[in-house]
């Protein structure tokens, strides 16, 4: 399997080198431009390939061989087949699939038989990682045949997409067994403090980020936080969605920023504050503010479960009603000098 270095970067204190094969390199150059702000300084804790499996990639099972991609997928993955996520085509993937074996190294590189592999489902293709080792590999689908330059282009797009998905995927994974998780929201970053403002999609994060000035979005669509010691830091991603997916070189704050406060966006006719009974807090973060939460085996899910709960013991966390055109800061600050947190968590 012939590959080369796409680039090394860093994300969050996670080091990730990515490998793709030759022919995936150019038509990943918007990739690299996205992560070419989050050099990578250290050696990488991960290792990304992306495959295209193809007959250049893989080759026909052996006479007499008893395994396939299927078979070695559903004995590494420490669920039955039928407890995985349901997805539009991982089962036409794997079907597909069934008649080869990957490269001999694959499963070498991945751990014997029986050790946790971690998958992650895609609409385009779909992951596979081994964070004990720190090897990931992500299958993409077969390209179209005869493509056109527009069929081409828009393959070549959703190849972009995926692989950044995968890297969302596999930070929320690593970061969920070190201390941290990946965050559906928007970063702040306001008189060196950070405010995280977690919404679902088409929540209003991105129209958020225009109330704030250049520099202080760490990011809009997925942000890092992480413990240290009793605190809590802000780290900036490339994850970004405005405007129209991309951000005209954005000013990047790649230092850590100490968390103030997490707010859950919701729109109404005033902007307000209110309280988020305990008793529904930690499963709306979980369930809505986690990026692949549902990806996690039982063991990173409660690591997360923990982070959230103590997080929640510490800073406050609360509901923040606004109208999109108007600003929020006025009441946030108002916010931020009354509440005293001793009473607020016993809310």
Request: hydrophobic content about 40%; charged content about 25%.
């Amino acid at each position: 399997m012939k590959s080369q270095k796409l680039l090394d970067c860093s994300i969050g204190g996670i080091s990730l080198e990515i490998r793709a094969q030759s022919s995936l390199i150019e038509m990943m150059m918007p990739l690299r431009s996205k992560l070419a702000d989050f050099p990578s300084p250290i050696p990488s804790d991960l290792l990304l390939n992306i495959i295209v499996p193809s007959e250049e990639t893989l080759r026909p099972a052996r006479a007499g061989e008893k395994t396939s991609i299927r078979k070695n997928l559903f004995q590494l993955i420490p669920v039955k087949a039928s407890d995985i996520p349901p997805t539009k085509h991982l089962r036409k993937r794997l079907d597909s699939l069934s008649e080869f074996s990957l490269p001999d190294d694959f499963f070498t590189r991945l751990g014997k038989t029986g050790h946790r592999i971690s998958l992650v489902s895609f609409d385009n293709g779909f992951l596979l990682t081994d964070m004990n080792k720190g090897d990931c590999y992500l299958l993409l689908d077969t390209p179209p045949q005869n493509q056109g330059p527009a069929r081409k282009d828009h393959w070549s797009n959703k190849v972009n997409i995926t692989v950044l998905n995968s890297i969302m995927a596999l930070l929320s994974l690593c970061l969920s067994v070190q201390g941290g998780v990946l965050a559906h929201g928007v970063g702040v970053k306001r008189e060196k403090e950070g405010f995280l403002f977690l919404a679902p999609s088409d929540g209003g994060k991105t129209t958020l980020s225009t109330h704030c000035s250049e520099g202080e979005v760490l990011a809009d669509d997925g942000v890092i936080i992480r413990k240290n010691s009793d605190n809590y830091k802000l780290f900036a991603t490339p994850f970004r969605q405005r405007p129209g997916g991309e951000i005209h070189r954005w000013k990047w704050s790649l230092e850590p920023i100490p968390l103030k406060a997490v707010f859950v966006l919701g729109k109404g006719e005033k902007t307000s504050i209110s309280r988020i009974p305990r008793a529904n807090l930690i499963n709306i973060l979980l369930g809505s503010f986690t990026h692949f939460f549902s990806w996690m085996d039982g063991r990173q899910a409660k690591l997360v479960f923990d982070f959230w709960y103590e997080l929640s013991l510490k800073l406050p966390i609360a509901k923040l009603n606004w109208r999109p055109d108007v600003t929020f800061w006025p009441e946030v600050n108002s916010f931020i000098n009354e509440v005293n947190r001793n009473d607020f968590k016993e809310g």
